[in-house]
Structures are given as structure tokens and as C-alpha cells.
């Protein structure tokens, strides 16, 4: 798709002459990139040049610039964003000022959004995030003055890749949700499918599998259905399901979901991307013991991969094809796939892509299960934290695991000459390259190999050495083996006494392990508790929570009846005036009194009534509240009990006003006794100081 659409700019660029020629070379630089960068950034360079001497031109004969500048920064553009590609980015942030410059000289807004993606991805790659987000926050500001937001949601989603590169998870998700909402709104598939999978791959680093295979599964529900990205895409996504259910252990569906990223790779002329489905399928078939299906998958790996001249894929699929020899016991013909992996191996560049190391050690710990005394789980350990502790390139540290794997299948077979002439490849290099972990397997590895053939001395020397390194590097399992090891070789030769010393560390070293497993179970013991003691006091201040809010609602409801009531007194009252206007004169004192004692009564009824249902719901709910009240300050009058209770829920100055039937002048007042008897200064809020109080546990 991409070979056409450069095919037909090509073509464009030929009819055209002058601005409009610079202008469609832009466009092919940018389609020209994917293909062939050195092609790009020539192009883009002879561009750009042509585009100066155009504004010179225009220039010396006083014509307007606009066009030019418009022109000339539209390459530029075009020819930062191949500086990025091929990771010029001192270059690349020179040509993206100026292009920024003469946009903003325009007045181009969009053009401004675009150069600000850019800039993002400069500081990205540059580790200077901070700034990658200023830039991302700069576009989104240009879009909401020029009111263009077709571009929001690709950029919500680059904010929160940035949030998930430094560690912030709520963010991240956050803005990719974000960016899904104006997708949606917008009608924008591509930005969709494009969030959706950037949050699977989120979800994933962050530990949360179930969210991650969800927007995958939506990711390539709209690829199916919309076609908008095309089979490159459908394909990743369909590996990334793949590659969730597989760590899941789910091989059937991986199985499944790898064989269809195969045929829709197939089916889109995706060589490479076929060629690494094929061999992620042989490793899942691999692990189902489906092994003659393996075996065809990588067959076909193999035949691209030689198709297309590529070495490193070569060197993969040998490898795991050894691996699976390894695993059904054929140790001959698996130790010669792993040679002939490592001998590629070293035949090219070390710039090895970082999966590959994965795959081969996959391939090796198979090899491992053939051999009794080899801690695969530990192994696998080691090799991970060295690894995030090394600078090795991913070549060495492969061929490194390859000739382990060659070492383990010769012992297989009991040819110890060929195996110990691995191992000490492999010691020479990884003390080349202070790869500690390796260093100490390969010690180890010989120095079992050399006891298993009597020569016993030699092999203490080796453990020695082991033992030494092991002790730099903490590796206690690593330690226990060789301590035992050099043991049985020091009782073999006679030496009863070195035997018993080694033994006697072998047993401190197992004391060390029970002490440290005792104290971890005694802090799990204590956290637990903490953890417990935690979830009682969550649970007392939920249900306090609870009758609080169940008390803010008869409160409301109160408020609610007292204020029908008050309305319908009024309306009493009114009629009672009025009808005074027909009354005859020598009854006007009469209806004065009555009207005087009708209010009296309600107001007293009214009172009486509704503290006694809040007094009653306050007890039903909390019957030490007057008790503690009393206990706090005994010098707390009764309605000063109850000012303070009301409070505790946080009521205003007015509010408690209407439920009490005093005034607000009253209420501040019995607020100012409460204030002194309690103890409280002036600058703090009162309520707070009640309820903190009244909630506090006893």
C-alpha cells in the first residue's frame, strides 16, 4: 500500500514545477520514509535547498513571501521528521525551530500542531519528558484557540504514553480514556484502534492482563470491521492477544490467535511480520507438545527468513528448532541447530533485536530439563537480573546461551571434551564482558563436568572461582550447589576434614536460609496484623460513615416537614389577620389573643415534636452522642448538647437556625458559649473540631 501511494507522489512530483513541486515533495518524503531513509532524507535535503533558492528569488524581485516561507517550512517539516527517523535529533531540533518560526509567522495553527507532535517525539527520544509533554500541552492549547481538534485524541494518546513511561498509572489511563472518548465522538477509527492497543500495551506493563486483553479485543473487533489501518495492524494486535493468552497459559487460544496474525500477514505481503508469527507459533505449539506442528512453523520461518537474506531471523528459528530437539531428547541433532544458530550469529552485526534473548533462553532452559542437577527456576532468575544490570549486547549475551545449551547437550550424551570445550567459550567470554551470573554457570558447569571425570582437583579450582563469584553477586542457590559439589569432590579425594568445613558452611548457609525465611514470616505475621488491625478501623469508620449519612438524611427530611409546616402556620396566621379587617372592633383584642396563642402553640409543637424524632433517630443510631456530649463538657447546657450534636453533621449557622426555631443570632451565640466552654480558638472551624471530637473512637 505504501509502495503504491510513493509510486503515484512520484509520478505527482514529475508534472509539477515550482512551489506546488516543493509541496508534493514534502508529502514524499514523509510516505518516502517508511521505505527508504537515505532515499528520504536526500530528497528531502535537495528539497530544501531548491526551497531557499526559491525565496531568495523572490526576495531580490520584491514579491510577496508568504507562499514561500509557507513552502520552504513545509519541507523543513518534512525533513524533521526524517532527522527523527534516523535519530539525527541535534539536526532535527534546529530544522523544527525554524519550520516552527516561519509557521507561526503564517499564522498556521495546524501547521504548529503537527511541528509540536514532532517536538514531542525529539524530547521523547531524548528522555525529556517533561518537556515532550509541554509541547503535547502547547498543540492541544493552538487546536482549542484555532478550534481544530481532529488531532486531540492522537494526542491524548501520546500524553498518556509519556504518563506510562514515567510510572504514572492513573494518568495514564486516564488520558488514553480520554482520547477514546473525543475518538468516539469524533468518528475517528484510527485514533480508536491506535488508543485502544497504546492502552493494552499500558495495562500491560501496569500488571492488569484482563484490561489489556479487553482493548485489544476492541482493537481488532474495529480493524475487522472498519478495515482502517490495514493487515499490518490487525496482525500486531492479534500478536499482542496472542502473547497475553500464551503468559496466561492459555495455548489453544494462542495458538490460534498466532495462526491468524500468520494469515492475515500472508495475505498483506508482510514478510517479516509472517516470518515472526510463524515462530511465536512454534513456541506455543512447542509448549502444547505439539511438536510435527512446530516443526512445520518453523520450516516455513526458515524459508522467508532465507527469502529475504536475514541472518538474525535465521539464527532465531535454528535456535528454537534446537530447543525443541532438546525437549524430545534428540540432544545429537539439537546441539547442531544451536551451533549453527551461534555460528550466524557471530558472522553479523551485534545489533540483535532484544526479543531474540528471550527466545534463545527459552530454547536453552529446554535443553536444561535433560540435566538432573541444573536449577532451571534459578537460572531463568540470574539471567534476568544480570541482565538488567549489564550493557551487553544482545548478540554476545545469545551466543553465550547458545554454546551453554551446546555445553549441556554434549554431557547429554556423554561427550565431556566437547562440553567442557563450550563451557570454557563461555567462561572466557563472559569474563570479557564481567557477565557475573553466566560467568558463575559456566564455573559451576565445569567444574561438574571435570568431576564427573575423576579429575577432581581441578574441579575445586574451577568451584573456587564459583564460589568467589557468588559471593559478590548474592547468589545464594548458586552458593548451596557449589558448596555441596565441592564437598562430595573433597570426601572423593580423601580429605575428610575440607570435606566436613565445606559441609559445616553448607550448614551455616541453610541456618542463614531458615533465619531469613523465619524473620520474613514473622514480618508477613506483622503486616498481616497491621493489615487486620487496617480493615477494623476501615470497617468502624464505614459504618460510621453510614449513620452519618442516614442522619443527614432525617435531618433533610425534617427540614423538609418543618418547612411545610411553618409555610402552613403562616398561611393560619394570614387568614386569621385578614378576617381581623371584618371583625367587629370590640372583638379585635379577642382575635389578637387567639392569634398570639395559636403561634405559641405550633412553635412549641413544632419544636417539641421535631427534637424529639431527631433525639430518638440519634439514639437509634448512636445512644452514647448526649452521653459523651455530657462527659466531654458537663458545663454544656441542653440545647447546647443539642447545637453540638447538629453540628457534628456539619450544619450551618442557618440550618441549624430553621431545625432549632431560634434565631441566627441566637445560634451564633450559643456557637461563641460552646467555643469557650470547649476550649477552642477562634481561627478554627468549630464544626470540624465537634465532629472530630464526636467521631474520634474512645
Same mark, same amino acid.
Given at each position: 500500500?505504501?509502495?503504491?501511494?510513493?509510486?503515484?507522489?512520484? $509520478?505527482?512530483?514529475?508534472?509539477?514545477?515550482?512551489?506546488?513541486?516543493?509541496?508534493?515533495?514534502? &508529502?514524499?518524503?514523509?510516505?518516502?520514509?517508511?521505505?527508504?531513509?537515505?532515499? &528520504?532524507?536526500?530528497?528531502?535535503?535537495? #528539497?530544501?535547498? +531548491?526551497? $531557499?533558492?526559491?525565496?531568495?528569488?523572490?526576495?531580490?524581485?520584491?514579491?510577496?513571501?508568504?507562499?514561500?516561507?509557507?513552502?520552504?517550512?513545509?519541507?523543513?517539516?518534512?525533513?524533521?521528521?526524517?532527522?527523527?527517523?534516523?535519530?539525527?535529533?541535534?539536526?532535527?531540533?534546529?530544522?523544527?525551530?525554524?519550520?516552527?518560526?516561519?509557521?507561526?509567522?503564517?499564522?498556521?495553527?495546524?501547521?504548529?500542531?503537527?511541528?509540536?507532535?514532532?517536538?514531542?517525539?525529539?524530547?521523547?527520544?531524548?528522555?525529556?519528558?517533561?518537556?515532550?509533554?509541554?509541547?503535547?500541552?502547547? &498543540?492541544?492549547?493552538?487546536?482549542?484557540?484555532?478550534?481544530?481538534?481532529?488531532?486531540?485524541?492522537?494526542?491524548?494518546?501520546?500524553?498518556?504514553?509519556?504518563?506510562?513511561?514515567?510510572?504514572?498509572?492513573?494518568?495514564?489511563?486516564?488520558?488514553?480514556?480520554?482520547?477514546?472518548?473525543?475518538?468516539?465522538?469524533?468518528?475517528?477509527?484510527?485514533?480508536?484502534?491506535?488508543?485502544?492497543?497504546?492502552?493494552?500495551?499500558?495495562?500491560?506493563?501496569?500488571?492488569?492482563?484482563?484490561?489489556?486483553?479487553?482493548?485489544?479485543?476492541?482493537?481488532?473487533?474495529?480493524?475487522?470491521?472498519?478495515?482502517?489501518?490495514?493487515?499490518?495492524?490487525?496482525?500486531?494486535?492479534?500478536?499482542?492477544? /496472542?502473547?497475553?493468552?500464551?503468559?496466561?497459559?492459555?495455548?489453544?487460544?494462542?495458538?490460534?490467535?498466532?495462526?491468524?496474525?500468520?494469515?492475515?500477514?500472508? =495475505?498483506?505481503?508482510?514478510?517479516?511480520?509472517? /516470518?515472526?508469527?510463524?515462530?511465536?507459533?512454534?513456541?506455543?505449539?512447542?509448549?502444547?507438545?505439539?511438536?510435527? /506442528? /512446530?516443526?512445520?512453523?518453523?520450516?516455513?520461518?526458515?524459508?522467508?527468513?532465507?527469502?529475504?537474506?536475514?541472518?538474525?531471523?535465521?539464527?532465531?528459528?535454528?535456535?528454537?528448532?534446537?530447543?525443541?530437539?532438546?525437549?524430545?531428547?534428540?540432544?545429537?541433532?539439537?546441539?547442531?541447530?544451536?551451533?549453527?544458530?551461534?555460528?550466524?550469529?557471530?558472522?553479523?552485526?551485534?545489533?540483535?533485536?532484544?526479543?531474540?534473548?528471550?527466545?534463545?533462553? =527459552?530454547?536453552?532452559?529446554?535443553?536444561?530439563?535433560?540435566?538432573?542437577?541444573?536449577?532451571?527456576?534459578?537460572?531463568?532468575?540470574? *539471567?534476568?537480573?544480570?541482565?538488567?544490570?549489564?550493557?551487553?549486547?544482545?548478540?554476545?549475551?545469545?551466543?553465550?546461551?547458545?554454546?551453554?545449551?551446546?555445553?549441556?547437550?554434549?554431557?547429554?550424551?556423554?561427550?565431556?571434551?566437547?562440553?567442557?570445550?563450550?563451557?570454557?567459550?563461555?567462561?572466557?567470554?563472559? $569474563?570479557?564482558? +564481567?557477565?557475573? *551470573?553466566?560467568?558463575?554457570?559456566?564455573?559451576?558447569?565445569?567444574?561438574?563436568?571435570?568431576?564427573?571425570?575423576?579429575? *577432581?582437583?581441578?574441579?575445586?579450582?574451577?568451584?573456587?572461582?564459583?564460589?568467589? #563469584?557468588?559471593?559478590?553477586?548474592?547468589?545464594?542457590?548458586? +552458593?548451596?550447589?557449589?558448596?555441596?559439589?565441592?564437598?562430595?569432590? *573433597?570426601?572423593?579425594?580423601?580429605?575428610?576434614?575440607?570435606?566436613?568445613?565445606?559441609?559445616?558452611?553448607?550448614?551455616?548457609?541453610?541456618?542463614?536460609?531458615?533465619?531469613?525465611?523465619?524473620?520474613?514470616?514473622?514480618?508477613?505475621?506483622?503486616?498481616?496484623?497491621?493489615?487486620?488491625?487496617?480493615?477494623?478501623?476501615?470497617?468502624?469508620?464505614?459504618?460510621?460513615?453510614?449513620?452519618?449519612?442516614?442522619?443527614?438524611?432525617?435531618?433533610?427530611?425534617?427540614?423538609?416537614?418543618?418547612?411545610?409546616?411553618?409555610?402552613?402556620?403562616?398561611?393560619?396566621?394570614?387568614?386569621?389577620?385578614?378576617?381581623?379587617?371584618?371583625?367587629?372592633?370590640?372583638?379585635?383584642?379577642?382575635?389578637?389573643?387567639?392569634?398570639?396563642?395559636?403561634?405559641?402553640?405550633?412553635?412549641? &409543637?413544632?419544636?417539641?415534636?421535631?427534637?424529639?424524632?431527631?433525639?430518638?433517630?440519634?439514639?437509634?443510631?448512636?445512644?452514647?452522642?448526649?452521653?459523651?456530649?455530657?462527659?466531654?463538657?458537663?458545663?454544656?447546657? =441542653?440545647?447546647?448538647?443539642?447545637?453540638?450534636?447538629?453540628?457534628?453533621?456539619?450544619?450551618?449557622?442557618?440550618?441549624?437556625? +430553621?431545625?432549632?426555631?431560634?434565631?441566627?443570632?441566637?445560634?451564633?451565640?450559643?456557637?461563641?458559649?460552646?467555643?469557650?466552654?470547649?476550649?477552642?480558638?477562634?481561627?478554627?472551624?468549630?464544626?470540624?473540631?465537634?465532629?472530630?471530637?464526636?467521631?474520634?473512637?474512645?
Amino acid at each position: 500500500m505504501i509502495d503504491d501511494e510513493v509510486h503515484k507522489l512520484r $509520478r505527482t512530483v514529475k508534472n509539477y514545477r515550482g512551489l506546488r513541486k516543493i509541496r508534493a515533495e514534502a &508529502a514524499l518524503v514523509e510516505k518516502l520514509v517508511r521505505i527508504d531513509n537515505k532515499e &528520504a532524507l536526500q530528497l528531502a535535503e535537495d #528539497t530544501v535547498s +531548491r526551497a $531557499r533558492e526559491l525565496l531568495q528569488s523572490a526576495k531580490d524581485r520584491n514579491k510577496s513571501l508568504a507562499s514561500y516561507e509557507r513552502s520552504l517550512a513545509w519541507i523543513l517539516r518534512s525533513q524533521a521528521y526524517v532527522l527523527l527517523t534516523v535519530e539525527c535529533f541535534t539536526d532535527a531540533e534546529h530544522v523544527l525551530s525554524e519550520a516552527i518560526g516561519l509557521f507561526d509567522q503564517a499564522d498556521e495553527g495546524r501547521e504548529l500542531i503537527k511541528c509540536n507532535q514532532l517536538l514531542h517525539i525529539l524530547f521523547r527520544e531524548q528522555l525529556q519528558y517533561d518537556q515532550a509533554l509541554d509541547a503535547l500541552a502547547h &498543540a492541544l492549547e493552538i487546536g482549542r484557540r484555532i478550534g481544530y481538534h481532529a488531532e486531540d485524541a492522537f494526542i491524548h494518546g501520546a500524553q498518556a504514553s509519556l504518563f506510562a513511561l514515567l510510572g504514572r498509572v492513573d494518568d495514564a489511563i486516564r488520558f488514553f480514556e480520554k482520547g477514546l472518548k473525543i475518538a468516539g465522538e469524533l468518528d475517528d477509527r484510527h485514533a480508536e484502534i491506535m488508543l485502544l492497543n497504546g492502552l493494552g500495551l499500558a495495562c500491560e506493563d501496569f500488571g492488569k492482563p484482563e484490561r489489556a486483553f479487553q482493548s485489544y479485543r476492541q482493537a481488532a473487533a474495529l480493524e475487522r470491521r472498519f478495515k482502517v489501518r490495514g493487515n499490518r495492524s490487525l496482525s500486531m494486535i492479534l500478536g499482542n492477544l /496472542a502473547r497475553l493468552c500464551f503468559c496466561s497459559g492459555d495455548l489453544r487460544q494462542a495458538a490460534d490467535l498466532f495462526a491468524e496474525a500468520v494469515t492475515v500477514s500472508h =495475505a498483506g505481503k508482510l514478510i517479516p511480520l509472517e /516470518a515472526y508469527f510463524l515462530t511465536q507459533s512454534a513456541r506455543v505449539l512447542t509448549c502444547s507438545a505439539e511438536y510435527e /506442528a /512446530a516443526l512445520a512453523c518453523l520450516h516455513r520461518g526458515l524459508s522467508l527468513h532465507e527469502s529475504r537474506g536475514n541472518d538474525a531471523g535465521l539464527a532465531w528459528c535454528l535456535a528454537l528448532k534446537g530447543g525443541l530437539f532438546a525437549g524430545i531428547g534428540e540432544a545429537e541433532t539439537a546441539a547442531r541447530q544451536f551451533a549453527e544458530s551461534c555460528r550466524l550469529l557471530e558472522s553479523f552485526s551485534a545489533n540483535y533485536y532484544d526479543e531474540s534473548n528471550y527466545v534463545i533462553l =527459552a530454547a536453552t532452559v529446554l535443553a536444561h530439563y535433560q540435566c538432573d542437577d541444573v536449577d532451571v527456576a534459578s537460572f531463568a532468575e540470574f *539471567f534476568h537480573k544480570d541482565q538488567s544490570d549489564s550493557r551487553l549486547d544482545p548478540a554476545s549475551l545469545t551466543i553465550m546461551l547458545l554454546r551453554l545449551g551446546i555445553a549441556y547437550l554434549a554431557d547429554m550424551r556423554n561427550d565431556h571434551a566437547a562440553a567442557r570445550r563450550e563451557y570454557r567459550a563461555v567462561l572466557e567470554l563472559s $569474563r570479557k564482558l +564481567r557477565y557475573r *551470573f553466566l560467568q558463575v554457570e559456566a564455573l559451576y558447569a565445569l567444574g561438574r563436568s571435570l568431576a564427573r571425570n575423576g579429575e *577432581f582437583n581441578r574441579s575445586n579450582e574451577m568451584l573456587a572461582e564459583a564460589l568467589s #563469584t557468588a559471593d559478590e553477586i548474592a547468589a545464594r542457590d548458586y +552458593r548451596r550447589r557449589i558448596l555441596l559439589l565441592s564437598a562430595d569432590n *573433597f570426601e572423593m579425594t580423601g580429605q575428610a576434614q575440607k570435606a566436613q568445613e565445606y559441609r559445616d558452611k553448607l550448614a551455616t548457609l541453610d541456618q542463614d536460609v531458615l533465619s531469613s525465611q523465619i524473620r520474613l514470616s514473622l514480618k508477613l505475621q506483622h503486616e498481616t496484623s497491621v493489615n487486620k488491625k487496617l480493615e477494623d478501623e476501615n470497617s468502624r469508620l464505614e459504618q460510621k460513615l453510614k449513620e452519618t449519612q442516614s442522619q443527614h438524611s432525617t435531618l433533610k427530611r425534617l427540614l423538609e416537614t418543618k418547612d411545610t409546616q411553618i409555610s402552613h402556620l403562616r398561611d393560619t396566621l394570614q387568614e386569621l389577620a385578614e378576617s381581623l379587617a371584618y371583625a367587629p372592633d370590640e372583638s379585635e383584642q379577642t382575635y389578637r389573643l387567639r392569634a398570639a396563642q395559636l403561634g405559641k402553640n405550633v412553635s412549641a &409543637a413544632l419544636e417539641d415534636a421535631d427534637w424529639t424524632e431527631y433525639e430518638r433517630e440519634v439514639q437509634q443510631q448512636d445512644e452514647e452522642i448526649l452521653l459523651r456530649l455530657s462527659k466531654l463538657c458537663p458545663s454544656l447546657t =441542653a440545647t447546647e448538647r443539642k447545637v453540638c450534636a447538629l453540628m457534628r453533621l456539619n450544619h450551618s449557622t442557618k440550618e441549624l437556625s +430553621r431545625l432549632l426555631n431560634l434565631s441566627p443570632r441566637s445560634v451564633q451565640a450559643y456557637r461563641y458559649r460552646i467555643r469557650k466552654k470547649l476550649g477552642v480558638a477562634s481561627e478554627a472551624d468549630l464544626n470540624v473540631v465537634v465532629m472530630e471530637l464526636l467521631n474520634a473512637p474512645d
